[in-house]
Antibody, heavy 123, light 110 residues
Framework: QVQLVQSGSELKKPGASVKVSCKASGYMFTNFAINWVRQAPGQGLEWMGWINTDTGKPTYAQGFTGRLVFSLDTSVTTAYLQITSLKAEDTAVYYC????????????????WGQGALVTVSS | QSVLTQPPSASGTPGQRVTISCSGSSSDIGRNYVLWYQQLPGRAPKLLIYNNHQRPSGVPDRFSASKSGTSASLAISGLRSEDESIYYCTAWDGSLSTWVFGGGTELTVL
């Protein structure tokens, strides 16, 4: 079965960096894009961008450009999210999400979600 | 502030039918398909509806959705206690080149 398993919670100081991993299994990793979505405590969902798992090309949402790095290690079917220059307002649960395009009538759909990784930024 | 507008709360009694609205604009819902997600407390969101009205396998047919113009709605019939959750709509915004979400609607089953 399709699974996305993320790394654990992180506590970071302002200005530091964090790297979250997302291990995919149960499907052909390079056939489906990975998106990143975050959710601040008690708040709604915010899309951060996506990475083409076939080419490795990342696309970042406006407002995040410059502080985010999406990367892959296809040999271990894992996607990574790195955030630099962390601020208190980056405190959130970060989700990796598969775009099930091929399984959703060739329309984008976020069909499988990781369990989330809580990143807390505090001095 | 969310780009798509949803009522913050909705409620119904077991067996009832409830609808949740999602209002957008010509650059998002008006031009692209809508998806709906269900998020139980402390859990990751779950895909309920894609491509405006289609259900992934495993989602009961009690859940249905539609889109008209720049608005969409999710309907839940035969309401059950396990439907208590937060529901989010989302669509691609071609002007912003981003997926935009509604603020979420918290459904209470009385």
């Amino acid at each position: 079965q399709v699974q996305l398993v993320q790394s654990g919670s992180e506590l970071k100081k302002p200005g530091a960096s964090v790297k979250v991993s997302c291990k995919a299994s149960g499907y052909m990793f390079t056939n489906f894009a990975i998106n990143w979505v975050r959710q601040a405590p008690g708040q709604g969902l915010e899309w951060m961008g996506w990475i083409n798992t076939d080419t490795g090309k990342p696309t970042y949402a406006q407002g995040f450009t410059g502080r985010l790095v999406f990367s892959l290690d296809t040999s271990v079917t894992t996607a990574y999210l790195q955030i630099t220059s962390l601020k208190a307002e980056d405190t959130a649960v970060y989700y990796c999400v598969r775009d099930g395009f091929k399984d959703c009538s060739r329309t984008s759909c976020f069909d499988y979600w990781g369990q989330g990784a809580l990143v807390t930024v505090s001095s | 502030q969310s780009v798509l507008t949803q009522p913050p709360s909705a409620s119904g009694t077991p067996g009832q039918r409830v609808t949740i609205s999602c209002s957008g604009s010509s650059s998002d819902i008006g031009r692209n398909y809508v998806l709906w997600y269900q998020q139980l407390p402390g859990r990751a969101p779950k895909l309920l509806i894609y491509n405006n009205h289609q259900r992934p396998s495993g989602v009961p047919d009690r859940f249905s959705a539609s889109k008209s113009g720049t608005s969409a709605s999710l309907a839940i019939s035969g309401l059950r206690s396990e439907d208590e959750s937060i529901y989010y709509c989302t669509a691609w915004d071609g002007s912003l080149s981003t997926w935009v979400f509604g603020g979420g609607t918290e459904l209470t089953v009385l």
